[in-house]
């Protein structure tokens, strides 16, 4: 098994010069070296060929023991020194101090085709940053984080990727919904992948610290390699940095709200530099179209990252990550502006992807209204986002109302609710929709098309990756493929998977793993 490993992270940025692996403040530096924990029986459940091949590797070498070995940490590469990132955050509002990497290891990076892949393994034993937990994984959030890092990346959303699921062969113990009733579950790894996993609390707690030469050193490495397009110079360089992950901060968010995804914890510590999607904890798709839902029991109560709130959270956290900046520049006003532009980005590409949504490709100066009023129509009765989106494709401007609400009924969860003035909603709607698609100049074929390519027919909801969990519980490993096959073309009709393409069943409306998530999930 031949990768071309090129390590810079662990080159040219300081090492903790402790190497001893306890948990402790780590100070004046970037990362610690650290070794993963050997499993006691690993087994490969699942490989993503896709990846395999961008770190240059073929599914033969996924049957080998070496990759098996390497991918679940029982192995280190030849000339790579494995290692955890120091790190800081604010969590929930409240800055947190000292995270890091508690339960990822980095093994090395990797340059294949021109493309530099950093490799993690999540859930590979303890580092100086775990604090009171032990660095571990349950098969249970290996299996969502695998499924859905797969499931963005072919919905179009930016993301960290996933190369392998594995059992360890280790029991765990969790406590699910931290009330105080622990058990043993299944151990598992995730390799993920991502260009690099540099998070706004990477330059957080250098801030916080005053290392603002490690500081520097940190914001000018991620510009050398991840921002090269950068050719300022002094604080410049720094405000236009600021800049690029604004605008990427702002397109990762809007491509969320498109697919009805909650990240569920937008901690500084989770979000990345590049404006990647990462941490797959408690994440959830909007199954009733509801601005304030969060998958989160942790935020239940004030559901700051409830999905309505995920872009105003974007900016909050580019305030802190502009605040550590901040030594780089000794200038308010620069940073001031970068981040006081945010919201007018941010909703001119939100009223696009909206207008895209419901198939309006022509200016209009209504449009910011007849979105408006869909909004608060969706919200009047329970409507499955996913289901109304795909459908309202179907609808041609010659459809008369019942015709049209014929076609979109099946996303309402309860149709004896659409009455009264719910209905009357509903009529007002489509009659300004109607007369707007007369504007329109495609077809209503070619509208259906391009409708189709930004609003997904299969997204990875709860209870679909609550089954295939519970099937892998079992030892039954088919569903979990079945799912990642379907879901790398969620644009697709696919009828051979057209159970799918259905509400959330009623079953799973209050159920642990599928409404109420926890960030150990």
């Not at 947190?96 to 590979?124: F, M, P």
């Not at 559901?303 to 959270?313: A, L, T």
Request: glycine share 6%.
């Amino acid at each position: 098994m031949k990768l071309n490993i090129q390590d810079t992270f662990n080159k040219e940025l300081p090492a903790d010069k402790i190497l001893e692996n306890s948990r402790r403040q780590v100070l004046d530096a970037c990362f610690s070296f650290v070794t993963p924990k050997k499993t006691a029986n690993p087994k490969l459940i699942h490989v993503s060929k896709e990846m395999l091949e961008a770190i240059g590797l073929t599914s033969e070498n996924a049957t080998s023991e070496d990759f098996l070995k390497v991918f679940t940490g029982n192995t280190v590469l030849e000339n790579t020194h494995p290692y955890a990132m120091c790190y800081g955050g604010h969590q929930f509002g409240n800055w947190a101090g000292q995270l890091g990497d508690g339960r990822a290891i980095n093994l090395t990076e990797v340059v294949h085709n021109n493309k530099c892949w950093a490799i993690q393994l999540k859930g590979s034993g303890e580092t100086p940053y775990s604090r009171t937990a032990d660095g571990l994984a349950v098969l249970r959030s290996s299996v969502r984080e695998y499924l859905c890092s797969e499931a963005m990346f072919h919905l179009g959303v930016p993301t960290t990727r996933a190369l392998s699921l594995s059992l360890s062969g280790d029991e765990v113990l969790r406590d699910v919904m931290y009330n105080g009733n622990p058990a043993y579950e299944k151990g598992a790894i995730v390799s993920r992948l991502a260009p690099s996993f540099i998070r706004f609390g990477n330059f957080e707690i250098l801030a916080a610290r005053k290392q603002h030469l490690i500081l520097q050193q940190l914001a000018d490495y991620t510009i050398k390699h991840f921002y090269p397009k950068i050719t300022s110079e002094g604080k410049q360089k720094h405000l236009d940095f600021l800049t690029e992950v604004r605008n990427q901060t702002i397109d990762m968010i809007v491509h969320w709200q498109r697919v009805g995804f909650v990240h569920g914890v937008m901690n500084t510590d989770n979000m990345s530099i590049l404006g990647l999607t990462i941490d797959y904890g408690p994440y959830g798709w909007l199954e009733g179209y509801d601005f304030d839902w969060t998958p989160n029991t942790t935020d239940n109560q004030h559901k700051r990252y409830r999905y309505g709130n995920q872009f105003q959270i974007g900016l909050w956290n580019l305030f802190k990550l502009a605040n550590a900046l901040y030594p780089l520049i000794e200038e308010v006003e620069p940073l001031q502006e970068i981040l006081d532009n945010y919201s007018t980005i941010y909703n001119a590409k939100y009223h696009q992807m909206m207008k895209s949504k419901i198939g309006l490709f022509t200016e209009d100066k209504d449009d910011k209204e007849l979105i408006g009023r869909l909004e608060e129509t969706l919200h009047l009765s329970e409507t499955d986002m996913t289901i109304f989106f795909r459908n309202l494709s179907n609808i041609t401007s010659e459809d008369s109302f019942e015709i049209a609400f014929d076609k979109i009924k099946g996303a309402f969860y309860s149709i004896n609710e659409i009455q009264g003035e719910i209905i009357n909603h509903w009529q007002d709607w489509f009659s300004r929709y109607f007369q707007r698609l007369q504007l329109e100049t495609l077809s209503n074929k070619e509208r259906k098309e391009k409708m189709d390519l930004v609003n997904p027919k299969y997204v990875l909801r709860n209870y679909m990756a609550k089954l295939a969990i519970d099937d892998a519980d079992k030892g039954d490993y088919k569903l979990i493929d079945e799912l990642y096959q379907l879901l790398k073309n969620p644009y697709s009709e696919q009828p051979e998977y057209e159970k799918w393409f259905a509400k959330r069943p009623e079953w799973a409306r209050h159920k642990v793993g599928c409404s109420m998530l926890s960030c150990s999930s």
